[in-house]
Structure formats: structure tokens, C-alpha cells
């Protein structure tokens, strides 16, 4: 029988990741529940949305009587709930949406899915899965240059987004305790791949080396983060859901730290090679331009992602080099995409009916 699982969020970043690896590499029935803010992209999901394991709903996942009504509809196996404001510089801007969406709309998926568990026959019960996508940067940020967050540190977030998303942590693991919902959580370091939204650091420096505008770096560029490639957590995550053992937390890494600054100018330097600029300029380095460091900023992120290894034999299968090649190159080749989105065409108002 086909496994059917529900995705909040899944036309963000990491959500559209997931459930393309879902529909092409694995048997699975998807229902994608999305909010659609204006991080939610159907475009990115343009390849599977004819698939019939897809489907698609507009849903704010704080609507709790909708979420009933697909709960009893769809009758998952396992909820992977990703739905999340996640920009830090949008959360000390304004902090409320995200208190809204991460901890209560987290909050009302944990009830829709308890209503839904507790009414389950005792085999499905026993089988069914409610698997939280959280962030490292809960942890707060590392002191020593050899410190690694495991499972165990303790959570010190530093902005309202990782306060957030740790108060959403905070309520998963409770609904286990005092409720027995069968939960797993996830904490992941930096992203970056397709499909990226362009106010994230990596896309923003490559359309902006594109235009020939300045790249911004915050304070020296020494803040340190450690990188996964989209499509390797996509990976990592659907082991987790279909393996992991309930109530334990992994951790899920690139194994790759980098300063802001190395990032910045590795891709100038893939830039030149792939597209190179005019002579005047001569390197897309010289585009670089330090900027006020944001408030509370955290020096360093480093993830121990050696309990997943250990207990479910993940691994990234891209390097560093290897991903941040594959994503220049695809910005470079899908310039219809990130078009839309800088123009705001790919906004659902402007498409029409796509529910």
C-alpha cells in the first residue's frame, strides 16, 4: 500500500525539495499544504504537479478546521511539517509573523494530527509519524572553533526567528510526552541549492553579481556556517520519517563550514569562470562591499551529524564545491525562474487558480 504523507510548507525552499524527492525517488502519495507567503513558490514545483501521488492545497496551516477536514480526507501515514517563517532579518523587523506561523501554527498541526493519531486503528497508530523540520540555530551559536552541536546542546536562539522555531521544538516534544504522539525532530544547518529565494545570502550574491550590483557583507564577513545542499537534506529527511526512531532528535549537517566572506567569494570566482564579466571590472570580487552587521548576529554553526550516520547511513553526497557549482550553474540556466520572482509574477494572486 503506497505510503501517503502530508507536507506543510512544501512550495518553500527546502518543503519544494522535499516533495520533488518524494514524487521522483520514492512511491509515496504527497499532500502539500502551503500557505503560499511570499516564499511560496508553485513554480517550483512545476516538474511533479501533474503527478496523481501530488496533490496541492492553499491552506494557512493556523486554519484548523480545514486541516481536519484534510487529515480525515487524506488519512496520512506520516506528517513532515516544514511550514515556517524562516528570514532572520524579517523576524527583527517583524516578529509576529513568526510567532504566528512557527509556534501556533506548529501548534495547530500537533492538534490536528493528535485528533487524527488517536482515532487511528491500533496498527496504523503504531505506524503513523509526526516529523518536525526545525534549524541549528536554536543552539544559539558556538564559541570554540571545534565545538559541534549535537542532539543534547543546549537551546540559547539569539533572533525571533530561531526563538521561534525553538519555542516550536519545545511544543513537539511535549505533545510526545504528555500525549504520546509519535513525533521525530530534525535540526538542520544552512541550506542552499535550486529554487533558492533570492533574499537568502547565496542566490542574492548571484543575481546580484549577475546585475553588476554591489554584494553585501555583513560586519567582516567572518560569521562562520556550516552548508547542505538542498537535495541531500531532502534525502536525509525521508530516512528520518522512515526510519528514525520516534522521540529521539537528529541533527543533519553538510559537513562543510565556511565564513560568509569564503562563500561570497567562491561564487564570484565560479562566476568568472562560468560568466565571466565585463574587462572593466575584471572579477565579480570586486563587486564585495561590507555593511553594517545585523543586531545579535551569531559568529558560528556547526552541526555533528554523526548520530544520523551512525543510526540511519546518511551521508551528504555533495561537497561543498560540488553543490555551490550545481546551483551558479542552475541560476545561470533558469533566469525564467528567478525572474518571475524578482518581478512578483510567480505570486498566486497573479496565477489564477492553481489549487
Known amino acids: 500500500m503506497t505510503q501517503r504523507i502530508i507536507v506543510t510548507g512544501g512550495a518553500g525552499f527546502i518543503g519544494s525539495a522535499v516533495v520533488r524527492h518524494l514524487i521522483n525517488n520514492t512511491d509515496v502519495s504527497v499532500l502539500n499544504i502551503d500557505k503560499l507567503t511570499y ?46 517563517e524562516s528570514h532572520v532579518d524579517r523576524s527583527i523587523d517583524s516578529p509576529s509573523d ?85 513525533v521525530l525532530v530534525t535540526n538542520c544547518s544552512n541550506n542552499y541549492g535550486p529554487f533558492h529565494f533570492p533574499e537568502k545570502l547565496i542566490p542574492h550574491v548571484i543575481l546580484n553579481a549577475i546585475h553588476g550590483k554591489p554584494l553585501p557583507v555583513y560586519g567582516d564577513g567572518s560569521q562562520i556556517r556550516d552548508w547542505l545542499f538542498v537535495e541531500d537534506h531532502a534525502r536525509a529527511l525521508f530516512e528520518v520519517v522512515s526510519r528514525g526512531t520516534v522521540g529521539e532528535t537528529y541533527n543533519i549537517g553538510g559537513h562543510n563550514e565556511k565564513r560568509n566572506l569564503q562563500v561570497v567569494e567562491t561564487i564570484c570566482e565560479l562566476l568568472d569562470e562560468l560568466r565571466p564579466c565585463d574587462e572593466e571590472l575584471g572579477s565579480y570580487k570586486e563587486l564585495i562591499t561590507f555593511v553594517t552587521d545585523r543586531p545579535g548576529h551569531d559568529l558560528r554553526y556547526a552541526i555533528d551529524a554523526s548520530k544520523i550516520e551512525r543510526e540511519l547511513g546518511w551521508r551528504p553526497q555533495e561537497t561543498f564545491e560540488s553543490g555551490l557549482r550545481k546551483t551558479v550553474q542552475w541560476y545561470l540556466d533558469n533566469q525564467e525562474w528567478w525572474q518571475r520572482v524578482l518581478n512578483g509574477e510567480y505570486r498566486p494572486e497573479r496565477l489564477g487558480n492553481i489549487g
Open 98 to 182: 513568526f510567532i504566528q506561523t512557527n509556534i501556533v501554527g506548529t501548534y495547530s498541526m500537533l492538534e490536528a494530527s493528535r485528533r487524527y493519531w488517536s482515532g487511528l486503528a491500533a496498527e496504523q497508530k503504531q505506524g503513523f509519524r509526526f516529523h518536525h523540520i526545525s534549524t541549528d540555530e536554536v543552539y544559539g551559536d558556538l564559541e570554540g572553533t571545534d565545538d559541534l552541536f549535537t542532539e543534547t546542546t543546549p537551546y540559547e536562539p539569539s533572533s525571533p526567528y530561531s526563538a521561534s522555531k525553538a519555542g516550536s521544538d519545545h511544543l513537539v516534544r511535549a505533545w510526545h510526552r504528555t500525549y504520546g504522539l509519535p
Open 39 to 84: 516564499a511560496g513558490n508553485t513554480e517550483s514545483l512545476a516538474s511533479v504537479a501533474g503527478t496523481p501521488r501530488y496533490e496541492f492545497q492553499q491552506v494557512d496551516i493556523c486554519d484548523t478546521a480545514t486541516l481536519h477536514e484534510l487529515f480525515a480526507r487524506f488519512q496520512p501515514d506520516a506528517v513532515m511539517h516544514l511550514a515556517a
